[in-house]
Each structure stands twice: as C-alpha cells, then as structure tokens.
C-alpha cells in the first residue's frame, strides 16, 4: 500500500457550523483529454471541527504507473450540498520526484 498524508486548510478565520463535510481525493491526472481517475476518497463530516484537517489516502502499490502523474485535490460543501471552500492549484504526489504528503490550502467560492 502507498499512503498519502494529506492536511488541508482555508485562510478565513471562520468556524463551519455542523453538517459541513471535507471531501479529499486522490487522482491519476496522466490524461489531460479524459476525466481523471479516482483513485481514494475520504469524506469527513466536519461536525465544527476548525481546520487544519489531517486525511490519509492509501492505493494499492500495484494501482501506480511511475509513468503517470497524480495529485490530491480538497473541497468543503455545507449542508446543502453548495460549494464553500475548494483546491484552486495543483498538488502532485506520489510519482516524478513529488512526496507523498500534501499541504492544501483551500480558496473560498463565493
């Protein structure tokens, strides 16, 4: 198994009220004209908790191509389902000299 440590944030000083839920995943990126393949995801309902939020992802060590890219991605969605707070660049992992641990810092939507 190769596992990810992933710690995602936001800037804004705001506590989320209950029933927020973190979304983290991890995914093969390799093909820019297909949609990319997910391979771990991990949702968490917040339930108030204040960031920073620590998530591990694992694949199977046979599941990496070290011909292909990967990368983490973040968002946080409120109770309804809207969109709060999501990943606006890129974070690498696993293959091409990238780590396997991940620092996101999450941008509001508005």
């Known amino acids: 198994m190769r596992t990810v440590d992933v710690t995602a944030s ?65 968002e946080i969605r409120d109770p309804a389902g809207n969109l709060r707070f999501t990943t606006d660049t890129r974070h690498s992992v696993l293959t091409r000299g990238a780590p396997d641990s991940a620092n996101i810092m999450m941008v509001g939507v508005r």
């Open 10 to 74: 936001y800037r804004e000083r705001i506590m989320l009220t209950p029933g927020h839920k973190l979304t983290v995943t991890l995914a093969d990126v390799s093909l820019a004209d297909a949609p990319a393949r997910e391979l771990d995801r991990e949702d968490i309902m917040l339930d108030g908790r204040a960031p920073p939020y620590q998530v591990q992802l694992k694949v199977p060590a046979s599941q990496i191509d070290q011909r292909h890219e990967y990368a983490v991605r973040a």
